[in-house]
């Protein structure tokens, strides 16, 4: 029998995964009212104004929340952040990309550049897992691309233009799929800030959402113009950057999107602005975060990954347990109390928890998480 973890200890809500992320009572009653028959929302058609309208109801929403510079706009498709990958390296990079990678998400773009055949080889600025790599003006880079928070490892880097690189006319872009809505930023500070909504927007994946730039959208009118059998560069429908801009201006998506996440993430940015907006957002999390890092630091078996604190991320934790803690174990013992999806991230193999402090997130569970992994690694040992 697993170890029971007294319920005074136990959190009013266990969920502390880094995404998918824990779901609001109040959205879930959206969902369920969006079904219902006297004025439907699912099961109808994503060309007609009910779903029309949720688009553009996320579309004023991400725009309020971040305070759009003149001439931004929200692009909006399917796939989540994966595939703006491959809708970037299709759509933005004219040449070549360069890539700080510290964790395995801004790998993964790197390496969709890297592949791309209508490219030169993309350089990559690369650091260990828990500390953060920088961009640097280089010669023939056009595009610059960084995470915001490095979900994988719990880093966050700063946001700002590479020094120069504007009047090189290159472009930066930010992946912020476990940042946005909850870490403070300047938009205007880049060209394209994309994310999905499964982290801070506590909603289903398969979306991507992009706030781009007009120099960001001229860019895509200009290499996709140029995409061809001539220039060996092919932008598939799906991947087009212009067309997913067309669409998103009408309030609607190429193809059919899931309109349960849109509910969803309409709800939880509407929340957001209505507690006070991304200042709000980014101090609840922040207020999480601390909770964990002092715990780490007030204990001789664990300790923050991230060892610079400027560079710890406020709404993805991590910390590592001593090796004579099984972390495992512990990840274990909080699942079978109902403690849920703290484990580390699969490929970083450390012995370690990972905690998702997103803003739906009550501070007051994260204070009774770490109560709970107090008296598991207490009775395992």
Request: charged share 20%.
């Amino acid at each position: 029998m697993p170890l029971a973890i007294p319920s005074s200890l136990l959190p009013a809500d266990g969920r502390f995964g880094s995404g998918p992320s824990k779901v609001r009572a109040a959205q879930v009653a959206a969902l369920a009212a969006a079904g219902d028959p006297s004025a439907p929302l699912l099961g109808t058609s994503h060309r007609q104004p009910p779903v029309k309208d949720l688009v553009r109801r996320v579309r004023r929403g991400v725009a309020e929340l971040f305070d759009l510079p003149d001439g931004y706009e929200v692009a909006l498709g399917n796939g989540g952040s994966t595939a703006f990958w491959d809708v970037a390296t299709a759509c933005l990079v004219r040449r070549r990309a360069q890539h700080a990678v510290f964790g395995e998400f801004g790998g993964k773009f790197a390496a969709a550049t890297g592949q791309a055949p209508f490219l030169e080889p993309s350089q990559v600025v690369e650091a260990a897992p828990g500390t953060v790599a920088r961009l640097a003006r280089a010669e023939g880079v056009d595009v610059y691309a960084t995470p915001h928070n490095e979900t994988s490892t719990g880093a966050v880097a700063p946001v700002a233009q590479v020094q120069d690189a504007r009047a090189d006319g290159a472009l930066l872009l930010v992946d912020a799929t476990s940042g946005a809505g909850a870490l403070p930023v300047d938009v205007g500070d880049t060209d394209v800030y994309y994310f999905g909504p499964q982290k801070v927007f506590a909603a289903d994946g398969g979306l991507w959402l992009a706030v781009c730039s007009p120099a960001a959208v001229a860019r895509a009118e200009e290499v996709e113009a140029t995409a061809g059998r001539e220039s060996g560069r092919w932008v598939p429908e799906f991947l087009s950057l212009t067309t997913a801009l067309t669409n998103s201006r009408a309030d609607q998506t190429l193809n059919t999107p899931a309109v349960s996440t849109l509910v969803l993430l309409a709800e939880q940015v509407e929340w957001i602005l209505a507690q006070g907006g991304l200042a709000w957002s980014a101090a609840r999390c922040a207020e999480s975060a601390g909770v964990l890092y002092d715990w780490a630091g007030a204990r001789d078996w664990a300790t923050p990954f991230v060892a610079d604190p400027a560079e710890r991320s406020t709404v993805v934790v991590t910390v590592d347990l001593d090796d004579a803690i099984d972390a495992s174990a512990v990840v274990a013992t909080l699942r079978a109390n109902g403690v849920l999806d703290v484990f580390p991230y699969r490929k970083l193999g450390r012995n370690q928890l990972r905690i998702g402090v997103f803003p739906a997130v009550e501070p007051d569970d994260v204070r009774a998480l770490v109560a709970c992994v107090d008296h598991v690694v207490e009775h395992l040992a």
